[in-house]
Nanobody, 124 residues
Framework: QVRLVESGGGLVQAGGSLRLSCAAS????????MGWYRQAPGKQRELVAG???????NYADFVKGRFTISRDSAKNTVYLQMNNLKPEDTAVYYC??????????????????WGLGTQVTVSS
């Protein structure tokens, strides 16, 4: 199957920056959309930003102007540059990707996978 591994989380003061990375690996035929979600304690997981294989992006209103999503399709990697971080950005950030994999007997199957998450903590 497809494995997603996030990195780049940590502790930062309000107003600071972090850059998250997420690399997909496995028998990948094609990665379509990739995205970042987050989940704060006691809250539901919510979309932060997404990017298509063609490079089109969308952002949640609460990060517009502060976060930038990008991808390196050759490396099946997606990034999230987070600037001007606020305490309310504190959450576990998860990477998601969907696309197609090469399965048994060379058959192409669809996939949608999640990473295990990386903690982002913003202190006031």
């Amino acid at each position: 199957q497809v494995r997603l591994v996030e990195s780049g989380g940590g502790l930062v003061q309000a107003g600071g920056s972090l850059r998250l990375s997420c690399a997909a690996s496995g028998s990948i035929f094609k990665v379509n959309a990739m995205g970042w979600y987050r989940q704060a304690p006691g809250k539901q997981r919510e979309l932060v930003a997404g990017i298509t294989s063609g490079g089109s992006t969308n952002y949640a209103d609460f990060v517009k102007g502060r976060f930038t999503i990008s991808r390196d399709s050759a490396k099946n990697t997606v990034y999230l540059q987070m600037n001007n971080l606020k305490p309310e950005d504190t959450a576990v950030y998860y990477c998601n990707a969907d696309g197609a994999i090469i399965g048994d007997w060379g058959l192409i199957n669809v996939f949608s996978s999640w990473g295990l998450g990386t903690q982002v903590t913003v202190s006031s």
